[in-house]
């Protein structure tokens, strides 16, 4: 799958992603002392925000971006990045064999099909060191209530939405726990959690979730769901 438009179009105007993610802050501080000085990989970086998290953990920062103009103002943010900041699409972009010691990807992966969900996975298990790990941050579940609107793209894979969490950002891929297994067949899991935020028919219309509640769900329960996932090469 090629990189959509939606995801450039929403960087040139809103700036998606500015901020740094708090749950992989939280995994980079924890795993950083054994992987320390490896060169690490982060798809789907966006403008680049969580670069000073890798940085102050001792990696070696790359990324990879489909967005020219995310590429561009990460760039300028951190100029000693140029050389290591990619334009292209990093479900099917080859990198070298046993380069990166950790890969890591916050939902970026989970704006795909199943089958460029299997590709990149595979790609990720080729491009790591032997024990080299890959961290997962909020991957899409199927407990989430979005699973069940949008139009069918395959079993996994949704698209369509023009209001709610995934309003105008192309495809939106849900795992089960039995997916991600198969997907990480080839490696060893050591972290596979499901984060599942129920909102009943009648909370209050306040708070960080809210916003992303589409309005059909309006006077009925609502479930935010997603996964995170620690694997190892074996």
Known sequence: MTYSQEWSTLY???GVRGGQSADLMLLLHDFGKMYKDVNALELGCGVCANYPLFKLNGFTYFGVDGSASAVNRAVEAFPELKGRILRADFTATEFAPAFFGMVADRAAIAHNDTKSVQRCIAHVHDILLQHGMFIGIDWFSTKHSEFWRGERVDEFTRTGYTDGQFANVDTVHFSNQQMLESLFSAFRIVMLRERVTNLPAGY??????MKF???SYEGRDYHSAVWDIIAVKR
Request: charged share 25%; net charge negative; proline share 8%.
């Open 204 to 209: 209050l219309d306040v708070g960080y979730l």
């Open 213 to 215: 509640k589409a309005p």
């Open 12 to 14: 040139d105007t809103v």
